[in-house]
């Protein structure tokens, strides 16, 4: 299995930009696509963006497309998620997740292990 380790959240203004890391443990990591979430208080954990074990293939949410971007360095175990033009909305506790088998991209579910989560404060 891996264990994932996040980090790069605080607080940020809207409009700014922050990178958010997710070291991952093992050396299987390049086998296991990765995604990020969020979640803010009173609401379901919901998908932000997802990546390929390639790196070959990536996903957004509406949301957050053309601001956000995922990646992933596969010699140092890490998925990032570059997140600019930042909102007061998007303010949530963000969770980096991997999987190994399949399923879909977009669903909770479908990923075995998850990071502790970071928060992400964006003022108006």
């Known amino acids: 299995q891996v264990q994932l380790v996040e980090s790069g959240g605080g607080l940020v203004q809207a409009g700014g930009s922050l990178r958010l890391s997710c070291a991952a443990s093992?050396?299987?990591?390049?086998?296991?696509?990765m995604g990020w979430f969020r979640q803010a208080p009173g609401k379901e954990r919901e998908f932000v963006a997802a990546?390929?074990?390639?790196?070959?293939?990536?996903y957004y949410a509406d949301s957050v497309k053309g601001r956000f971007t995922i990646s992933r360095d596969n010699a140092k175990n890490t998925v990032y998620l570059q997140m600019n033009s930042l909102k007061p909305e998007d303010t949530a506790v963000y969770y980096c997740?991997?999987?190994?088998?399949?399923?879909?991209?977009?669903?909770?579910?479908?990923?075995?292990?998850w990071g502790q989560g970071t928060q992400v404060t964006v003022s108006s």
């Open positions: 990546i390929s074990w390639s790196g070959g293939s990536t």
């Open positions: 093992g050396r299987t990591f390049s086998s296991y696509a």
């Open positions: 997740a991997a999987r190994k088998k399949g399923g879909s991209y977009y669903y909770t579910g479908s990923y075995d292990y």
